[in-house]
T-cell receptor, first 111, second 114 residues
Framework: DTGVSQNPRHKITKRGQNVTFRCDPI?????LYWYRQTLGQGPEFLTY????????KSRLLSDRFSAERPKGSFSTLEIQRTEQGDSAMYLC?????????FGEGSRLTVL | AQSVTQPDIHITVSEGASLELRCNYS??????LFWYVQSPGQGLQLLLK??????LVQGIKGFEAEFKRSQSSFNLRKPSVHWSDAAEYFC????????????FGSGTRLLVRP
């Protein structure tokens, strides 16, 4: 257990529905990252925050995706109008000055 | 383009045998280098990292890796594999800036024969 908590761990939804994932970081870590991992691939960077500011977004993050980190604490990743191609593991990681600590991920299955 | 290549999708070794997992990267400058391990249903755990200095780095669980600048490689090694080492291993590179954004390879799945 790295101390990074993600919920829900699994989500099954129908195409077109909206889903939201939550990440609770290690409390003193000011940087928070979202990655997406599809089957058989390594994680791909989506976005990251320093405190409440979203500093960078990947081209993978289409306009159906939105991430927030109010008050620089927990973060949410929302996917609107889900598509089957969104099926993946969504990983959250946090960092202070050293290494990244990853949560166990939220697995999304879009039917 | 920045990329990480792990040429072996699967590797099978016998318990007690030595292990080497290959990693090559393409990057504009020398990046930070990492190896992570992921067990089924689990998040990623950092095995070791290279930032600077000695090119042979030691990590947890008896793993080590060697950075070779001339070959743009960062191969992971272990002298004697244990059955509990069966997992997926990811090599990653990170920008030497404040973002610490990582680019991962596609992973190598390690199977351990009893």
């Amino acid at each position: 257990d790295t101390g990074v908590s993600q919920n829900p761990r699994h989500k099954i939804t129908k195409r077109g529905q909206n889903v939201t994932f939550r990440c609770d970081p290690i409390s003193e870590h000011n940087r928070l990252y979202w990655y997406r991992q599809t089957l058989g691939q390594g994680p791909e960077f989506l976005t990251y925050f320093q405190n409440e500011a979203q500093l960078e977004k990947s081209r993978l993050l289409s306009d159906r995706f939105s991430a927030e980190r109010p008050k620089g604490s927990f973060s949410t990743l929302e996917i609107q109008r889900t598509e089957q191609g969104d099926s993946a593991m969504y990983l959250c990681a946090t960092r202070d000055t050293g290494e990244l600590f990853f949560g166990e991920g939220s697995r999304l299955t879009v039917l | 383009a920045q990329s990480v290549t792990q040429p072996d999708i699967h590797i099978t070794v016998s318990e007690g045998a030595s292990l080497e997992l290959r990693c090559n990267y393409s990057y504009g400058a020398t990046p930070y280098l990492f190896w992570y391990v992921q067990s089924p249903g689990q998040g990623l755990q950092l095995l070791l990292k290279y930032f600077s200095g000695d090119t042979l780095v030691q990590g947890i669980k008896g793993f080590e890796a060697e950075f070779k600048r001339s070959q743009s490689s960062f191969n992971l090694r272990k002298p004697s594999v244990h059955w509990s080492d069966a997992a997926e291993y990811f090599c990653a590179v990170g920008a030497r800036d404040s973002s610490y954004k990582l680019i991962f390879g596609s992973g190598t799945r390690l199977l351990v024969r009893p």
